[in-house]
C-alpha cells in the first residue's frame, strides 16, 4: 500500500484567493451595470475620471451662459415690441398733424388736436421707459438711474450713458442705446430748417432740400420779402457773414427758390417785410420735436403759421420714426444673433456631453458581456473550492 501527500494548504489559499478576487470583479462589474457608468471614483480611471470632470464643469458653464442668454432675450424682445408700440403711437401723433394742418379748423377744433396729441407724446414717454422683467431699464444705454428719461417742464433730458455695450461669443446686450433712439433726432430737414421771422404769417415754406451737397455752406440766411406798387421780390442775405446772395429777385408763389446748394418753395401772399430764417440743422429729441409740434398747432394763430410749423413738424417726425425704425432692426439683430448663439451653445452642449460619455460612461452590451464572463468563471471557481474541501487524508484511508 503506498500513501500519496497532498499539500492541500496551499491548495485551499490559492482557491480562496481566485474566490475572492473572482467575487471582487462580479460586485465591481455588477455596480457599474446598475450605475451605467465604468468609472464610479477617480481611482477607477484617473484619465476618464478627469476628462468627465473637465467635459461636466464645460457643461454647467453652457448652461449659466444660456440661463443668462434667455434673460438677454427676454429683454430684447420686449425692447422690440416697445418700439413697434412706439412707432404706432408716433404714426398717430403724425396723423393727428396732418389733420390739424386743415386750413377748415377753428382755434378751439386745433386745441382739441393738441390736447391728442399731448397725450400720445406722454404715452411714447412712457415706452421710452420701459422696463424689463428685472426691472431694469430698456433703453439705458450703457447704465441708467430707474427712469432714463425725465421730463423737466422744460423738455426731456436723458440720464442714462449714450451706447451700448458689445455683443460676446455667448451673450448680447440687454439694453439698446437709448441716447440713439430717442434723443438723436436732427432738426429742420437734417440739413437745414426754416421758420417765420416774427411777425410773418402770411407767407410759408415746405420743408426745403438740398440740391447741390458740394455747394453747402452750412451758414445762416435771411429771405426778406419786399412788395413795392404791387410787385413781390426777395432778398437773400448770408446772415453768418453778412453778404448779400440774391437781391431783387421776383417771387411767384408756389415756385422753387434756389441759392447755395439749396432750395424752398415759398407759398403765400407775403406782406412787406416779411421774412423766412434758414439756419443749420441741429440735435434735439423725438419730445422735443413731438413738443414742438403740439406747440405749433395749439398756438398758431393764421394758416400761414399752421402750414409751416406743420411742414416743419411732419418731416422732423419722420426722421424720429426713422429713428426708432433703426432702433427697432437693431433689436431684431440682436434677436438673430441670441438663436445663432442658442444654437451654437447647444452643439456644444451635445459635444460636450459626448465627451462626457464617451469618458465614463459603460457599454452596455459590453459589460453584460462582461459580467456574465465573470458570473460562469465565478460559478467554476466556487465549483473547484468545493472539490478541493473535500481532499482529506480520511478520503484516501480504505
Not at 408716433?90 to 391728442?116: K, P, Y
Not at 455667448?170 to 430737414?189: E, F, I, Q, R
Not at 448779400?244 to 415759398?266: K, R
Not at 441741429?282 to 394758416?303: E, H, K, M, P, Y
Amino acid at each position: 500500500m503506498s500513501i500519496t501527500r497532498l499539500g492541500t494548504a496551499n491548495t485551499y489559499d490559492n482557491a480562496v484567493q481566485r474566490l475572492t478576487t473572482r467575487q471582487s470583479q462580479l460586485a465591481r462589474l455588477q455596480e457599474q451595470l446598475t450605475a451605467g457608468k465604468k468609472v464610479l471614483r477617480p481611482s477607477d480611471d484617473p484619465t476618464g475620471a478627469a476628462q468627465a470632470e473637465r467635459a461636466q464643469t464645460r457643461m454647467a458653464r453652457v448652461a449659466t451662459d444660456q440661463r443668462a442668454l434667455e434673460v438677454q432675450r427676454n429683454a430684447v424682445a420686449t425692447a422690440e415690441s416697445t418700439l413697434g408700440d412706439a412707432v404706432g403711437a408716433v404714426q398717430d401723433f403724425r396723423a393727428l398733424a396732418v389733420q390739424a394742418g386743415n386750413t377748415a379748423l377753428t382755434a378751439a377744433d386745433r386745441a382739441s388736436i393738441a390736447q391728442q396729441m399731448t397725450t400720445l407724446r406722454d404715452q411714447i414717454l412712457g415706452y421710452a421707459n420701459e422696463k424689463d422683467s428685472n426691472g431694469q431699464p430698456l433703453f439705458g444705454g450703457l447704465g441708467s438711474t430707474a427712469a432714463p428719461f425725465v421730463d423737466t417742464g422744460g423738455g426731456v433730458s436723458y440720464n442714462g450713458i449714450a451706447g451700448q455695450a458689445s455683443t460676446s461669443a455667448v451673450a448680447v446686450p440687454s439694453t439698446l442705446d437709448g441716447h440713439a433712439t430717442w434723443m438723436n433726432v436732427p432738426t429742420g430737414n437734417g440739413v437745414f430748417g426754416i421758420a417765420q421771422a416774427p411777425g410773418t404769417s402770411t407767407v410759408y415754406t415746405d420743408a426745403g432740400q438740398v440740391t447741390d451737397p458740394a455747394a453747402i455752406t452750412g451758414d445762416s440766411y435771411s429771405l426778406t420779402f419786399n412788395v413795392n406798387a404791387g410787385v413781390t421780390t426777395y432778398d437773400v442775405v448770408d446772415t453768418t457773414t453778412g453778404l448779400a446772395v440774391q437781391s431783387a429777385q421776383p417771387y411767384v408763389d408756389g415756385h422753387a427758390i434756389a441759392f447755395d446748394g439749396i432750395s424752398l418753395v415759398a407759398k403765400g401772399t407775403p406782406a412787406n417785410g416779411a421774412a423766412l430764417q434758414l439756419s443749420p440743422s441741429t440735435q434735439t429729441s423725438l419730445f422735443g420735436v413731438l413738443d414742438s409740434a403740439i406747440a405749433g398747432v395749439r398756438n398758431a394763430t393764421s394758416s400761414g403759421v399752421v402750414a409751416q410749423n406743420i411742414s416743419q413738424a411732419l418731416v422732423q417726425i419722420d426722421a424720429g420714426l426713422s429713428r426708432l425704425q433703426a432702433s427697432r432692426g437693431t433689436a431684431g439683430d440682436l434677436l438673430n444673433r441670441v438663436d445663432d448663439i442658442s444654437g451654437r451653445q447647444s452643439d456644444r452642449s451635445i459635444q460636450l456631453e459626448a465627451d462626457r460619455s464617451r469618458a465614463e460612461d459603460l457599454d452596455v452590451v459590453k459589460g453584460l458581456s462582461d459580467f456574465q464572463t465573470q458570473q460562469t468563471a465565478y460559478s467554476a471557481a466556487l465549483g473547484s473550492y468545493a472539490q478541493i474541501q473535500k481532499q482529506s487524508l480520511f478520503n484516501f484511508i480504505s
